[in-house]
Protein backbone atom coordinates (compact mmCIF):
# COMPACT_ATOMS: atom_id res chain seq x y z
CA UNK A 1 0.00 0.00 0.00
CA UNK A 2 1.35 3.28 -0.88
CA UNK A 3 1.95 6.33 1.86
CA UNK A 4 -0.69 8.45 1.92
CA UNK A 5 -0.20 11.53 0.32
CA UNK A 6 1.59 14.93 1.80
CA UNK A 7 0.64 18.05 0.83
CA UNK A 8 3.36 20.98 1.26
CA UNK A 9 1.71 24.32 1.73
CA UNK A 10 3.63 27.28 3.89
CA UNK A 11 1.82 29.64 6.05
CA UNK A 12 1.87 33.28 4.79
CA UNK A 13 5.06 34.93 5.91
CA UNK A 14 5.57 38.53 6.67
CA UNK A 15 6.28 41.01 3.84
CA UNK A 16 9.92 40.78 2.68
CA UNK A 17 10.78 44.41 3.73
CA UNK A 18 14.92 44.53 3.91
CA UNK A 19 17.17 46.22 1.12
CA UNK A 20 18.69 43.83 -0.59
CA UNK A 21 22.15 43.45 0.01
CA UNK A 22 25.27 44.39 -2.48
CA UNK A 23 25.85 41.10 -3.82
CA UNK A 24 21.97 41.29 -5.14
CA UNK A 25 20.14 43.14 -7.21
CA UNK A 26 18.47 46.65 -6.31
CA UNK A 27 18.73 48.99 -3.49
CA UNK A 28 15.41 47.98 -2.21
CA UNK A 29 13.78 44.46 -2.16
CA UNK A 30 10.72 46.34 -4.65
CA UNK A 31 8.54 43.79 -4.44
CA UNK A 32 7.19 41.77 -1.49
CA UNK A 33 4.12 39.98 -1.40
CA UNK A 34 3.04 36.06 -0.14
CA UNK A 35 5.70 33.19 -0.26
CA UNK A 36 5.70 31.49 -2.85
CA UNK A 37 3.26 28.35 -2.65
CA UNK A 38 1.20 30.22 -0.39
CA UNK A 39 -2.62 28.96 0.40
CA UNK A 40 -4.20 30.91 2.43
CA UNK A 41 -7.12 28.74 3.23
CA UNK A 42 -5.23 25.30 3.48
CA UNK A 43 -1.67 25.51 5.26
CA UNK A 44 0.73 22.58 6.15
CA UNK A 45 4.58 22.79 7.20
CA UNK A 46 6.96 20.37 4.31
CA UNK A 47 7.72 16.25 5.58
CA UNK A 48 11.09 15.11 5.51
CA UNK A 49 11.62 13.40 2.08
CA UNK A 50 15.08 11.99 3.36
CA UNK A 51 18.36 12.29 1.64
CA UNK A 52 17.91 12.48 -2.23
CA UNK A 53 19.71 9.98 -4.72
CA UNK A 54 21.44 10.81 -8.12
CA UNK A 55 19.59 9.16 -11.27
CA UNK A 56 17.54 8.18 -13.16
CA UNK A 57 14.65 10.23 -15.17
CA UNK A 58 11.40 11.23 -14.87
CA UNK A 59 8.52 12.02 -17.62
CA UNK A 60 6.29 15.43 -16.76
CA UNK A 61 3.09 16.89 -18.13
CA UNK A 62 1.94 20.29 -18.39
CA UNK A 63 -1.55 21.87 -19.96
CA UNK A 64 -0.05 23.38 -23.51
CA UNK A 65 1.94 22.87 -26.41
CA UNK A 66 4.92 25.21 -26.39
CA UNK A 67 4.86 28.27 -29.30
CA UNK A 68 8.86 27.76 -29.39
CA UNK A 69 12.03 26.35 -27.00
CA UNK A 70 13.87 29.64 -27.73
CA UNK A 71 12.80 32.03 -24.60
CA UNK A 72 13.75 35.09 -26.76
CA UNK A 73 10.97 34.70 -29.40
CA UNK A 74 8.63 32.49 -27.89
CA UNK A 75 5.35 33.81 -26.24
CA UNK A 76 5.38 31.97 -23.15
CA UNK A 77 2.99 31.08 -20.53
CA UNK A 78 3.64 29.15 -16.74
CA UNK A 79 3.93 25.44 -18.67
CA UNK A 80 7.27 27.06 -20.78
CA UNK A 81 8.77 29.45 -18.12
CA UNK A 82 8.79 25.06 -16.00
CA UNK A 83 10.02 23.40 -19.46
CA UNK A 84 12.73 26.05 -19.95
CA UNK A 85 13.83 26.53 -16.53
CA UNK A 86 15.47 23.42 -17.18
CA UNK A 87 17.60 24.35 -20.14
CA UNK A 88 18.01 27.88 -19.49
CA UNK A 89 19.23 30.24 -16.70
CA UNK A 90 18.20 33.73 -15.49
CA UNK A 91 20.71 36.62 -15.06
CA UNK A 92 18.82 36.69 -11.44
CA UNK A 93 15.96 34.78 -9.87
CA UNK A 94 14.06 34.45 -6.55
CA UNK A 95 14.71 33.39 -3.29
CA UNK A 96 11.78 31.88 -0.73
CA UNK A 97 11.04 35.30 0.40
CA UNK A 98 10.49 36.78 -3.15
CA UNK A 99 13.41 39.07 -3.35
CA UNK A 100 16.14 39.01 -6.19
CA UNK A 101 18.92 37.52 -6.33
CA UNK A 102 22.03 36.98 -7.92
CA UNK A 103 22.19 33.73 -10.65
CA UNK A 104 24.05 34.03 -13.92
CA UNK A 105 24.61 37.45 -12.55
CA UNK A 106 26.60 38.50 -9.44
CA UNK A 107 24.79 41.74 -9.12
CA UNK A 108 22.31 43.62 -11.25
CA UNK A 109 22.56 47.48 -9.40
CA UNK A 110 21.35 51.14 -11.11
CA UNK A 111 22.95 54.23 -10.95
CA UNK A 112 21.22 56.94 -8.87
CA UNK A 113 18.33 57.95 -11.04
CA UNK A 114 17.99 54.05 -12.64
CA UNK A 115 18.78 55.43 -16.05
CA UNK A 116 21.92 52.91 -16.46
CA UNK A 117 21.64 49.60 -14.91
CA UNK A 118 25.40 47.90 -15.00
CA UNK A 119 25.20 43.89 -15.02
CA UNK A 120 28.03 41.95 -14.09
CA UNK A 121 28.48 38.43 -15.19
CA UNK A 122 29.78 35.12 -13.19
CA UNK A 123 33.31 34.42 -14.75
CA UNK A 124 32.69 30.41 -14.80
CA UNK A 125 29.68 30.05 -16.95
CA UNK A 126 29.86 28.62 -20.73
CA UNK A 127 26.40 27.70 -22.87
CA UNK A 128 25.54 24.00 -23.68
CA UNK A 129 27.57 24.99 -27.18
CA UNK A 130 30.88 25.33 -25.11
CA UNK A 131 30.96 29.34 -25.86
CA UNK A 132 31.22 31.37 -22.34
CA UNK A 133 28.70 33.87 -21.10
CA UNK A 134 30.05 36.83 -21.37
CA UNK A 135 29.07 40.28 -21.93
CA UNK A 136 29.02 40.32 -25.73
CA UNK A 137 26.35 37.31 -24.98
CA UNK A 138 23.98 39.06 -22.37
CA UNK A 139 24.44 42.21 -24.80
CA UNK A 140 23.31 40.00 -28.21
CA UNK A 141 20.09 38.57 -25.96
CA UNK A 142 18.74 42.13 -25.18
CA UNK A 143 19.24 43.66 -28.58
CA UNK A 144 17.80 40.37 -29.82
CA UNK A 145 14.71 40.62 -27.50
CA UNK A 146 14.45 44.51 -28.67
CA UNK A 147 13.30 43.19 -31.94
CA UNK A 148 10.91 40.74 -31.15
CA UNK A 149 7.41 41.89 -32.56
CA UNK A 150 5.03 43.20 -30.19
CA UNK A 151 7.09 41.52 -26.94
CA UNK A 152 9.88 43.16 -28.11
CA UNK A 153 8.47 47.01 -27.52
CA UNK A 154 8.67 45.69 -23.60
CA UNK A 155 11.96 47.17 -23.75
CA UNK A 156 11.61 50.43 -25.66
CA UNK A 157 13.00 52.26 -22.81
CA UNK A 158 16.20 50.43 -23.28
CA UNK A 159 18.24 53.14 -25.35
CA UNK A 160 22.01 51.37 -25.89
CA UNK A 161 23.65 48.29 -24.48
CA UNK A 162 27.57 48.56 -23.98
CA UNK A 163 29.72 46.39 -22.96
CA UNK A 164 32.44 47.68 -20.61
CA UNK A 165 34.44 44.85 -19.61
CA UNK A 166 34.55 40.85 -20.30
CA UNK A 167 32.05 40.50 -17.56
CA UNK A 168 30.13 43.87 -17.48
CA UNK A 169 27.82 45.80 -19.66
CA UNK A 170 25.60 48.93 -18.96
CA UNK A 171 21.86 49.22 -19.79
CA UNK A 172 21.11 52.29 -20.54
CA UNK A 173 17.65 53.80 -20.44
CA UNK A 174 16.05 56.64 -22.39
CA UNK A 175 14.28 57.70 -18.64
CA UNK A 176 14.19 55.88 -15.19
CA UNK A 177 13.21 52.42 -15.00
CA UNK A 178 13.03 51.06 -11.45
CA UNK A 179 12.17 47.56 -11.73
CA UNK A 180 14.04 46.63 -14.98
CA UNK A 181 16.03 44.20 -12.48
CA UNK A 182 12.52 42.00 -12.25
CA UNK A 183 12.42 41.21 -15.60
CA UNK A 184 15.79 39.33 -15.55
CA UNK A 185 14.51 37.33 -12.98
CA UNK A 186 11.55 36.28 -16.02
CA UNK A 187 11.76 35.79 -19.39
CA UNK A 188 13.73 38.53 -19.94
CA UNK A 189 16.68 37.15 -18.24
CA UNK A 190 16.47 33.92 -19.87
CA UNK A 191 20.37 33.77 -21.43
CA UNK A 192 20.21 32.23 -24.96
CA UNK A 193 23.46 31.51 -26.57
CA UNK A 194 24.27 33.84 -29.33
CA UNK A 195 24.98 30.99 -32.31
CA UNK A 196 21.32 30.47 -31.85
CA UNK A 197 19.59 33.64 -31.54
CA UNK A 198 19.12 33.95 -35.47
CA UNK A 199 18.93 32.05 -37.99
CA UNK A 200 15.48 29.68 -40.16
CA UNK A 201 15.99 27.65 -36.85
CA UNK A 202 15.92 30.01 -34.17
CA UNK A 203 12.83 28.99 -31.96
CA UNK A 204 13.30 25.50 -32.33
CA UNK A 205 16.81 25.85 -31.09
CA UNK A 206 17.38 25.59 -27.06
CA UNK A 207 21.14 26.63 -26.23
CA UNK A 208 21.69 27.97 -22.39
CA UNK A 209 23.09 27.49 -19.69
CA UNK A 210 20.94 25.51 -17.16
CA UNK A 211 21.26 22.36 -15.58
CA UNK A 212 19.79 20.11 -18.41
CA UNK A 213 20.41 20.50 -22.04
CA UNK A 214 18.12 20.03 -25.83
CA UNK A 215 20.37 18.08 -27.86
CA UNK A 216 17.24 18.03 -30.79
CA UNK A 217 15.47 20.55 -32.61
CA UNK A 218 12.58 20.85 -30.90
CA UNK A 219 9.21 19.36 -32.89
CA UNK A 220 6.07 20.89 -31.55
CA UNK A 221 3.89 18.01 -30.98
CA UNK A 222 6.61 16.07 -29.73
CA UNK A 223 7.92 15.34 -26.31
CA UNK A 224 10.93 17.27 -24.83
CA UNK A 225 13.89 15.46 -23.79
CA UNK A 226 16.50 16.85 -21.89
CA UNK A 227 19.61 14.90 -20.54
CA UNK A 228 21.99 16.13 -17.59
CA UNK A 229 24.14 19.17 -18.19
CA UNK A 230 27.68 17.92 -17.33
CA UNK A 231 29.68 21.07 -17.11
CA UNK A 232 26.72 22.69 -15.44
CA UNK A 233 27.62 25.75 -13.46
CA UNK A 234 25.83 25.46 -10.46
CA UNK A 235 24.51 22.74 -8.62
CA UNK A 236 24.42 19.39 -10.16
CA UNK A 237 21.14 17.93 -11.09
CA UNK A 238 20.13 14.57 -9.58
CA UNK A 239 18.07 13.34 -12.35
CA UNK A 240 20.26 12.29 -15.45
CA UNK A 241 17.08 13.16 -17.26
CA UNK A 242 13.38 14.97 -17.59
CA UNK A 243 10.78 14.38 -20.83
CA UNK A 244 8.48 17.17 -21.04
CA UNK A 245 5.17 16.11 -22.35
CA UNK A 246 1.78 18.27 -23.08
CA UNK A 247 -0.95 16.79 -22.07
CA UNK A 248 -3.67 19.71 -22.76
CA UNK A 249 -6.98 17.61 -21.50
CA UNK A 250 -6.72 18.03 -18.03
CA UNK A 251 -8.28 14.84 -17.01
CA UNK A 252 -6.02 13.19 -19.02
CA UNK A 253 -3.26 14.95 -17.68
CA UNK A 254 -4.56 13.68 -13.83
CA UNK A 255 -5.70 10.46 -15.11
CA UNK A 256 -1.86 9.97 -16.85
CA UNK A 257 -0.33 10.70 -13.12
CA UNK A 258 -2.32 7.92 -11.50
CA UNK A 259 -1.96 5.06 -13.82
CA UNK A 260 2.21 5.65 -13.49
CA UNK A 261 2.14 7.17 -17.43
CA UNK A 262 3.89 10.12 -16.15
CA UNK A 263 5.56 10.98 -13.09
CA UNK A 264 4.70 14.51 -12.48
CA UNK A 265 2.46 17.15 -13.60
CA UNK A 266 1.44 21.05 -13.59
CA UNK A 267 -2.07 21.65 -12.94
CA UNK A 268 -4.84 24.40 -12.56
CA UNK A 269 -7.60 21.64 -12.53
CA UNK A 270 -9.58 22.41 -9.21
CA UNK A 271 -11.05 18.89 -8.64
CA UNK A 272 -7.57 17.23 -9.36
CA UNK A 273 -6.17 19.43 -7.17
CA UNK A 274 -8.54 19.01 -4.52
CA UNK A 275 -8.51 15.08 -4.95
CA UNK A 276 -4.28 14.45 -4.98
CA UNK A 277 -4.69 16.27 -1.61
CA UNK A 278 -5.61 12.63 -0.05
CA UNK A 279 -4.71 10.15 -3.04
CA UNK A 280 -2.60 7.63 -2.03
CA UNK A 281 0.58 7.28 -3.56
CA UNK A 282 0.97 10.64 -4.72
CA UNK A 283 2.49 14.27 -3.49
CA UNK A 284 1.36 17.31 -4.03
CA UNK A 285 2.48 21.18 -3.50
CA UNK A 286 0.50 23.95 -3.70
CA UNK A 287 0.97 27.57 -4.81
CA UNK A 288 -2.05 29.98 -5.23
CA UNK A 289 0.24 33.31 -4.87
CA UNK A 290 0.33 33.74 -8.48
CA UNK A 291 -1.93 34.63 -11.45
CA UNK A 292 -5.46 35.98 -11.67
CA UNK A 293 -8.03 34.52 -13.81
CA UNK A 294 -10.48 37.07 -15.39
CA UNK A 295 -12.39 37.67 -18.33
CA UNK A 296 -10.92 40.46 -20.21
CA UNK A 297 -12.81 43.13 -22.38
CA UNK A 298 -11.91 45.11 -25.34
CA UNK A 299 -12.26 48.03 -24.56
CA UNK A 300 -11.44 49.56 -27.99
CA UNK A 301 -14.68 48.70 -29.75
CA UNK A 302 -17.89 47.72 -29.50
CA UNK A 303 -20.01 46.82 -27.26
CA UNK A 304 -17.20 47.40 -24.45
CA UNK A 305 -16.25 50.75 -25.81
CA UNK A 306 -19.41 51.68 -23.52
CA UNK A 307 -18.89 52.21 -19.78
CA UNK A 308 -22.33 50.56 -18.65
CA UNK A 309 -21.60 47.32 -21.13
CA UNK A 310 -18.91 46.96 -18.70
CA UNK A 311 -20.50 47.57 -15.48
CA UNK A 312 -23.11 45.04 -16.73
CA UNK A 313 -20.71 42.57 -16.62
CA UNK A 314 -19.26 43.17 -13.39
CA UNK A 315 -22.24 43.75 -11.44
CA UNK A 316 -23.91 40.23 -13.29
CA UNK A 317 -20.93 38.15 -12.27
CA UNK A 318 -21.18 35.58 -8.75
CA UNK A 319 -17.49 34.90 -8.50
CA UNK A 320 -18.53 32.75 -5.75
CA UNK A 321 -20.62 30.48 -8.10
CA UNK A 322 -17.70 30.72 -10.39
CA UNK A 323 -15.08 29.30 -7.77
CA UNK A 324 -17.80 26.84 -6.89
CA UNK A 325 -18.94 25.37 -9.66
CA UNK A 326 -15.51 25.93 -11.92
CA UNK A 327 -13.20 26.36 -8.74
CA UNK A 328 -13.83 23.15 -6.25
CA UNK A 329 -14.74 26.10 -3.98
CA UNK A 330 -10.62 25.88 -3.63
CA UNK A 331 -9.52 29.24 -4.93
CA UNK A 332 -9.11 32.29 -3.45
CA UNK A 333 -11.93 35.68 -4.46
CA UNK A 334 -10.26 37.98 -6.35
CA UNK A 335 -11.50 41.69 -7.38
CA UNK A 336 -7.73 42.89 -8.18
CA UNK A 337 -5.01 41.48 -9.16
CA UNK A 338 -3.44 40.99 -5.67
CA UNK A 339 -4.29 38.80 -2.47
CA UNK A 340 -4.55 39.77 0.93
CA UNK A 341 -1.16 38.63 1.79
CA UNK A 342 0.37 41.13 -1.12
CA UNK A 343 2.05 43.95 -0.39
CA UNK A 344 -0.17 45.90 -2.95
CA UNK A 345 -3.69 45.06 -2.20
CA UNK A 346 -5.99 47.65 -1.24
CA UNK A 347 -8.83 46.97 1.33
CA UNK A 348 -10.83 49.49 -0.77
CA UNK A 349 -10.59 48.17 -4.05
CA UNK A 350 -13.93 49.86 -6.12
CA UNK A 351 -14.73 46.68 -7.69
CA UNK A 352 -18.01 46.09 -8.02
CA UNK A 353 -19.87 43.53 -5.83
CA UNK A 354 -22.55 40.99 -7.37
CA UNK A 355 -25.83 42.48 -7.80
CA UNK A 356 -28.21 41.29 -10.38
CA UNK A 357 -30.38 44.13 -10.23
CA UNK A 358 -27.44 46.77 -11.12
CA UNK A 359 -26.47 44.87 -13.93
CA UNK A 360 -29.92 44.69 -15.74
CA UNK A 361 -30.30 48.58 -15.04
CA UNK A 362 -26.85 48.72 -16.88
CA UNK A 363 -27.79 46.62 -19.32
CA UNK A 364 -30.94 48.27 -20.22
CA UNK A 365 -29.10 51.80 -19.81
CA UNK A 366 -26.53 50.37 -22.90
CA UNK A 367 -29.71 49.40 -25.01
CA UNK A 368 -31.21 52.84 -24.45
CA UNK A 369 -28.04 54.51 -25.51
CA UNK A 370 -26.74 52.65 -28.39
CA UNK A 371 -30.38 51.02 -29.53
CA UNK A 372 -28.79 47.35 -30.14
CA UNK A 373 -28.79 44.93 -27.46
CA UNK A 374 -25.80 43.54 -25.43
CA UNK A 375 -24.15 40.66 -26.83
CA UNK A 376 -20.67 39.68 -27.69
CA UNK A 377 -18.42 36.53 -28.42
CA UNK A 378 -16.55 35.48 -25.87
CA UNK A 379 -13.18 33.81 -27.04
CA UNK A 380 -11.41 30.97 -24.92
CA UNK A 381 -8.86 28.02 -24.64
CA UNK A 382 -9.12 24.74 -24.07
CA UNK A 383 -10.03 23.16 -20.97
CA UNK A 384 -10.74 25.10 -17.43
CA UNK A 385 -11.21 28.38 -18.79
CA UNK A 386 -13.62 26.94 -21.60
CA UNK A 387 -15.89 25.61 -18.59
CA UNK A 388 -15.57 29.18 -16.85
CA UNK A 389 -17.11 30.62 -19.76
CA UNK A 390 -20.05 28.72 -19.52
CA UNK A 391 -20.58 29.56 -16.05
CA UNK A 392 -20.35 33.44 -17.33
CA UNK A 393 -22.71 33.20 -20.38
CA UNK A 394 -25.41 31.19 -17.95
CA UNK A 395 -24.57 34.22 -15.36
CA UNK A 396 -24.66 37.18 -17.76
CA UNK A 397 -28.07 35.36 -19.87
CA UNK A 398 -29.94 35.58 -16.42
CA UNK A 399 -29.38 39.61 -17.05
CA UNK A 400 -30.39 40.20 -20.47
CA UNK A 401 -26.96 39.99 -22.01
CA UNK A 402 -26.32 37.45 -25.16
CA UNK A 403 -23.18 36.02 -25.28
CA UNK A 404 -21.78 33.05 -27.30
CA UNK A 405 -18.81 31.33 -26.94
CA UNK A 406 -16.02 30.29 -29.19
CA UNK A 407 -13.05 27.94 -28.33
CA UNK A 408 -9.24 27.50 -29.75
CA UNK A 409 -6.25 25.47 -28.70
CA UNK A 410 -3.88 27.48 -27.04
CA UNK A 411 -1.27 28.81 -29.67
CA UNK A 412 -4.49 29.89 -31.30
CA UNK A 413 -6.28 31.67 -28.79
CA UNK A 414 -3.10 33.34 -27.46
CA UNK A 415 -2.32 34.56 -31.72
CA UNK A 416 -5.92 36.32 -31.00
CA UNK A 417 -5.32 37.91 -27.98
CA UNK A 418 -1.94 39.46 -28.92
CA UNK A 419 -3.66 40.89 -32.56
CA UNK A 420 -6.74 42.05 -30.00
CA UNK A 421 -8.63 39.60 -32.05
CA UNK A 422 -11.33 39.56 -29.10
CA UNK A 423 -14.42 40.98 -27.41
CA UNK A 424 -14.29 39.15 -24.27
CA UNK A 425 -11.17 36.66 -23.89
CA UNK A 426 -11.09 34.43 -20.73
CA UNK A 427 -7.47 34.86 -19.70
CA UNK A 428 -4.73 34.44 -17.02
CA UNK A 429 -2.11 36.83 -16.27
CA UNK A 430 -0.25 39.06 -13.70
CA UNK A 431 1.78 36.47 -11.81
CA UNK A 432 4.55 39.15 -11.15
CA UNK A 433 6.19 39.78 -7.89
CA UNK A 434 6.69 43.31 -9.05
CA UNK A 435 3.54 45.46 -10.31
CA UNK A 436 6.06 47.29 -12.70
CA UNK A 437 6.35 43.52 -14.80
CA UNK A 438 2.96 44.33 -15.69
CA UNK A 439 3.57 48.33 -17.15
CA UNK A 440 3.24 46.48 -20.78
CA UNK A 441 -0.04 45.17 -19.97
CA UNK A 442 -1.58 48.26 -18.70
CA UNK A 443 -0.02 51.64 -19.56
CA UNK A 444 -1.84 53.58 -22.70
CA UNK A 445 1.06 53.58 -24.26
CA UNK A 446 1.42 49.95 -25.42
CA UNK A 447 -2.76 49.96 -26.16
CA UNK A 448 -1.93 50.03 -29.81
CA UNK A 449 -4.85 49.54 -32.01
CA UNK A 450 -4.74 45.82 -33.51
CA UNK A 451 -2.32 44.62 -31.78
CA UNK A 452 0.08 46.17 -28.77
CA UNK A 453 0.65 43.84 -25.27
CA UNK A 454 -1.86 45.98 -23.43
CA UNK A 455 -4.35 43.21 -25.16
CA UNK A 456 -7.79 45.21 -23.60
CA UNK A 457 -6.47 48.54 -25.28
CA UNK A 458 -7.12 49.65 -21.19
CA UNK A 459 -6.59 53.64 -21.38
CA UNK A 460 -6.63 55.55 -18.43
CA UNK A 461 -5.12 59.18 -17.25
CA UNK A 462 -4.74 57.72 -13.55
CA UNK A 463 -3.15 54.51 -14.37
CA UNK A 464 -0.69 55.96 -16.80
CA UNK A 465 0.16 58.14 -13.78
CA UNK A 466 0.54 55.68 -10.92
CA UNK A 467 2.68 53.16 -13.04
CA UNK A 468 5.03 56.26 -14.42
CA UNK A 469 5.65 57.62 -10.88
CA UNK A 470 6.43 54.59 -9.39
CA UNK A 471 8.68 53.89 -12.37
CA UNK A 472 10.20 57.11 -11.83
CA UNK A 473 11.31 56.91 -7.91
CA UNK A 474 13.73 54.94 -6.20
CA UNK A 475 11.76 55.56 -2.28
CA UNK A 476 9.55 52.31 -2.01
CA UNK A 477 7.18 54.07 -0.10
CA UNK A 478 5.94 55.96 -2.79
CA UNK A 479 5.62 53.45 -4.95
CA UNK A 480 3.74 51.22 -2.58
CA UNK A 481 1.30 53.99 -2.27
CA UNK A 482 1.54 54.15 -6.12
CA UNK A 483 0.45 50.89 -6.95
CA UNK A 484 -2.40 50.60 -4.49
CA UNK A 485 -3.99 53.71 -6.28
CA UNK A 486 -3.29 52.40 -9.31
CA UNK A 487 -5.60 48.88 -8.17
CA UNK A 488 -8.42 51.35 -7.79
CA UNK A 489 -7.88 53.33 -11.05
CA UNK A 490 -7.94 50.11 -12.90
CA UNK A 491 -11.35 48.95 -11.63
CA UNK A 492 -12.82 52.49 -12.12
CA UNK A 493 -12.18 51.50 -15.67
CA UNK A 494 -13.94 47.93 -15.58
CA UNK A 495 -11.34 46.07 -17.73
CA UNK A 496 -11.71 42.80 -16.31
CA UNK A 497 -14.09 40.74 -14.99
CA UNK A 498 -12.31 39.37 -11.82
CA UNK A 499 -13.10 35.81 -11.27
CA UNK A 500 -10.20 34.03 -8.76
CA UNK A 501 -6.41 33.68 -7.34
CA UNK A 502 -5.48 30.19 -8.92
CA UNK A 503 -4.45 27.55 -6.54
CA UNK A 504 -2.06 25.83 -9.32
CA UNK A 505 -1.08 21.62 -7.96
CA UNK A 506 2.64 20.16 -8.55
CA UNK A 507 1.79 16.46 -8.13
CA UNK A 508 3.99 13.78 -8.24
CA UNK A 509 4.07 9.90 -7.72
CA UNK A 510 5.76 9.86 -4.48
CA UNK A 511 8.87 8.20 -6.07
CA UNK A 512 9.89 11.77 -7.20
CA UNK A 513 11.69 13.65 -4.53
CA UNK A 514 12.45 17.85 -4.08
CA UNK A 515 8.42 19.48 -4.38
CA UNK A 516 8.96 21.37 -1.06
CA UNK A 517 11.78 22.96 -2.79
CA UNK A 518 9.36 23.91 -5.68
CA UNK A 519 7.52 24.88 -3.07
CA UNK A 520 9.45 27.03 -1.19
CA UNK A 521 10.45 28.85 -3.72
CA UNK A 522 7.34 28.81 -5.99
CA UNK A 523 6.23 27.61 -8.84
CA UNK A 524 3.02 28.99 -10.61
CA UNK A 525 4.37 33.09 -11.13
CA UNK A 526 5.86 33.41 -14.56
CA UNK A 527 9.59 33.23 -13.49
CA UNK A 528 12.27 30.56 -13.84
CA UNK A 529 12.02 27.57 -11.39
CA UNK A 530 15.80 27.57 -10.16
CA UNK A 531 14.53 24.41 -8.11
CA UNK A 532 15.00 21.62 -11.34
CA UNK A 533 18.66 20.67 -9.87
CA UNK A 534 16.58 19.71 -6.68
CA UNK A 535 14.13 16.86 -8.01
CA UNK A 536 15.41 13.55 -7.65
CA UNK A 537 13.71 9.90 -7.92
CA UNK A 538 13.46 7.15 -5.58
CA UNK A 539 14.75 4.63 -8.56
CA UNK A 540 14.53 1.46 -6.05
CA UNK A 541 10.77 2.35 -6.44
CA UNK A 542 9.16 0.51 -9.67
Not at 323 to 342: H, K, L, M, R
Amino acid sequence: MHARARRFVLAPIGLAGALIGAAACSPDDGGGGAAPGTNAVNQAAPTDEGAPTDGGTITVAVGAELDGINPVPARWSLEGNTVGSAIFDTLLTFDEDRNLVPRLATSVTPNDDATVWTITLRDDVRFHDGTPLDAEAVKANIEARKAVPIAGTALKQVSEVVVTSPTTLEVRMTSPWYGYDYTLAAQGGYMVAPSSLEGPDAARTAVGTGPFRLDDLYQPGQPIVVTRNEDYWGERPHLDGIEFVAIVDPDSRSNALRTGDVDMILTNDAASVVDFRSSDGIEQVEDAAAEETFAMLNLSAPPFDNPNARAALAYGTDRAAVNEINGAGIQVDANQPYTETERYWVAESGYPDYDPAKASEAVAAYESETGQPLQFTISTGIGAQSSEAETLQQQWSAVGIDAEIEVFDQTAFLAKVFAGDFQVAMFRNFAYVNPDSNYIFWHSSYAADGGGINFGKLRSDGVDSALETARKTPDEATREAEYQKLVQAINAELPYIWLYHVDWGLAADEKVGGLPAAQRLGFARQDAKPWWTEIWVDQSQP
